[in-house]
């Protein structure tokens, strides 16, 4: 089988990678992460005229891309240059704003793809961990309307962001995948509390608590589950391709420096012992190339392919990345974990991507029940 890209799509990688060369230093990026938005709506608005935020997205939702190779490319591309702007928060919400909504609630995708609309997905909360399903905040009727009531956690990018798509149960248990149903919240009106904060390794993202906070139904009343499942997944298959991305730039650090770094007055580079240990990080890395293409292209199959091999490619991005990261660490020695070099930030994503969405237990033990 032929994997490699299409022109349209290797001309889009080529030119996001020569953009944020060009545009997005690693000095910049700090200085973004440690505003007060921990964003900047700046470069936003460019990633949206260079059509990045379009690509997320198919042609029926107002973009023109939104197939897994489109995902891969552009977090790749994201994953090298360690950007902090909420693709992430603005994939998941407005892939089941584009699957569950009605006509007006479509329409707010033209200003999300434009730059102008800040959106993000509240699902997670404090004591659901990893599974989908453990939803505990409520919904219920308000005459025309419905008011939520909850707590959600570690939301990315809900900080700032102008709307929320909020699940909720509206029947059934707390750990029920059934009696789940999505909403679209005003993250400015009544009712809502947002506490946002960076992450460990400079993300944003936020707390946020409903108190009878209106809202409008996203699709039909307690059938959400399966959209939420499959826009996991592609946040999954997104992540896994930014690991990839930070940990080819953390191996190609470790390379140079193995070629400058003298110890005794030799290379460390013509060490047995760390030629030894880079091969296997160059091994891992494309297990993880491979992982990722295979992840990507099954977003589109049927369920028990898409979150298999999903699951498979974020358990091999937790083991594989906390491979890369350590031995960059360790063969920098105390250099790799000073602010001023790079690869120590590179290193904390990597890490932290391992906790997004699921880590490396939650998945294999996910990959062995989808068997």
């Known amino acids: ?63 023109f891309g939104g197939q897994g190779d489109d995902l891969s490319v552009v977090f790749e591309a994201l994953g090298r240059a360690l950007v902090v702007e909420p693709f992430l928060p603005t994939l998941l919400a407005g892939t089941l704003i584009a699957e569950l909504g009605d006509d007006g609630q479509k329409a707010m995708l033209e200003g999300v793809i434009a730059g102008e609309t800040l959106i993000a997905f509240a699902h997670g909360e404090p004591q659901s961990r990893y599974e989908l399903e453990v939803v505990a905040t409520r919904a219920t009727r308000a005459g025309d309307a419905w008011e939520l009531t909850g707590e959600k956690s570690v939301v990315p990018g809900g900080g700032h962001a102008d709307w929320l798509v909020v699940s909720a149960r509206t029947s059934g248990n707390d750990d029920s995948p059934e009696g789940i149903s999505l909403f679209l919240v005003e993250a400015a009106g009544q009712g809502v509390t947002r506490r946002a904060y960076s992450t460990v390794d400079g993300y944003p993202a936020a707390e946020i608590s409903l108190a009878g906070a209106k809202a409008s139904l996203l699709g039909e009343v307690a ?42 007055g ?52 937790g083991r594989a990345g906390r491979q890369v990261a350590e031995e960059a660490i360790q063969i920098h020695g105390g250099m790799g974990m000073t602010w001023e070099y790079p690869v120590g930030h590179y290193a904390k994503r990597i890490v932290m991507i391992d906790h997004l969405l699921g880590d490396t237990d939650h998945h294999m033990e996910r990959f062995i029940a989808l068997g």
């Open 266 to 317: 030799v290379i460390i580079g013509k060490f047995q012992a760390l030629q030894h240990r880079m091969a296997d990080v160059l091994i891992e890395i494309e297990m993880m190339r491979s992982a990722v293409i295979n992840a990507a292209g099954n977003l589109g199959a049927e369920r028990a392919s898409r979150e298999r091999f999903a699951s498979a490619a974020k358990n091999l991005a």
């Open 223 to 264: 059938a959400a589950f399966p959209a939420i499942e499959a826009a996991v997944a592609r946040g999954v298959t997104a992540l896994c391709a930014e690991c990839l991305g930070a940990m080819e730039v953390a191996k190609d650090m470790t390379v140079e420096y193995m070629h400058t770094r003298k110890q005794f």
């Open 1 to 63: 089988m032929d994997f490699r890209l299409d022109d349209d799509r290797r001309m889009l990688g080529e030119t996001l990678d020569r953009f944020l060369k060009e545009n997005y230093p690693l000095e910049k990026r700090h200085a973004i992460a440690a505003s007060d938005e921990g964003f900047s709506r700046e470069m936003w608005g460019k990633f949206a005229e260079l059509g990045v935020i379009g690509a997320l997205f198919d042609e029926a939702a107002g973009g």
